[in-house]
């Protein structure tokens, strides 16, 4: 009888063990379905852009769309200098990188050298919950909060601008820069800040002499991630900084970023195949060229300073 229920037991785990093995024959296809998935999105984005981007090209030269410095093409005469909208993106960038690395950075610092383990644990998902407030909030947040503020300073504010929107981007990209620096920070090995107190050293120079230039790579990376991440910011400045592409660089003034204009365009009555609908794209792989860029040099800076730590 006993024999006979070991066997039982033996046919069960031996069906079982093929099961698995099956899984786990079946489970790398299913993987690389799914990579591949990733993959072929991204390659389908990329040559939408171009296809429809080369049409607008045919039409437009692109020195003129690369160094003239007006913006109407749904004007009477259209004019295709992309300037003003890249001068636009890069104010709101400006501004939001004057808000957030400071506050993202020594946020991190506390975090991973100063707080306690109950207000790490209590600080950082509230910390979390900023990046989790739909940036639609934010537009409204900055236009009927941060530029009643900034005009009861400044009266001469539009109700439009750039220093608005680009406040409030900066607090949107603030969890991210101080999440990755915190991460990087956190990966420092003790045993260098127990060498550095035995030197003497204090808890600051700890943290700015020892620990910062450890985790540089990874805190310049996300400063770079965080700011690839505000220049393609939509919502925000669609709502708060206004549709006035110009190129005087003066923040108290509505601008244009790259994002609002295609989300306005793409809302309007623009013909579909038309020279002015195909700016949309245009813009978009501007856009995705400079944000492509950011993320590589994000890549080439971690890699250069990475230190590895046994």
């Given at each position: ?30 993987l690389a379905i799914i990579a591949g998935i990733s993959v072929l999105t991204t390659i389908g984005i990329v040559v939408i852009l171009i296809t429809e981007s080369a049409g607008f090209f045919q ?252």
């Amino acid at each position: 009888m006993k024999q006979f229920k070991l066997g039982k037991e033996h046919n069960s785990f031996m069906q079982k063990k093929k099961g698995n093995n099956s899984l786990d024959r079946l489970m790398p296809i299913i993987l690389a379905i799914i990579a591949g998935i990733s993959v072929l999105t991204t390659i389908g984005i990329v040559v939408i852009l171009i296809t429809e981007s080369a049409g607008f090209f045919q039409a437009v030269s692109i020195i003129e769309f690369l160094t003239g410095t007006e913006w109407t093409p749904l004007f009477a005469d259209p004019k295709f200098g992309i300037l003003p909208l890249i001068m636009g993106t890069f104010m709101i960038t400006l501004v939001a990188s004057i808000v957030a690395l400071p506050i993202g950075f020594g946020s991190a610092i506390y975090l991973s050298e100063y707080a306690p383990k109950k207000v790490r644990n209590f600080l950082k998902p509230i910390l979390e919950i900023l990046a989790g407030i739909p940036t639609i909030v934010y537009g409204f947040f900055a236009l009927t909060f941060i530029t009643p503020i900034i005009k009861l300073v400044i009266p001469q504010t539009d109700l439009f601008n750039a220093l608005s929107a680009g406040i409030v981007v900066g607090i949107m990209i603030i969890p991210m820069i101080s999440s990755l620096s915190e991460d990087a920070m956190n990966a420092v090995p003790n045993s260098l800040r127990y060498a550095a107190y035995a030197m003497g050293s204090t808890k600051l120079e700890v943290a700015l002499k020892v620990v910062v230039p450890a985790a540089f790579s990874g805190i310049v990376a996300s400063f770079v991630l965080g700011l690839s991440r505000a220049i393609g910011e939509t919502m925000i400045v669609t709502l708060a900084a206004g549709a006035l592409p110009n190129i005087d660089f003066d923040f108290l003034k509505s601008i244009q970023t790259m994002t609002a204009y295609i989300v306005t365009t793409s809302q309007g009555d623009t013909a579909y195949g038309s020279v002015e609908y195909r700016t949309i794209y245009a813009v978009g792989i501007t856009l995705f060229v400079i944000t492509l860029l950011m993320n590589i040099l994000a890549g080439y800076i971690s890699r250069k300073f990475r230190e590895e730590y046994e």
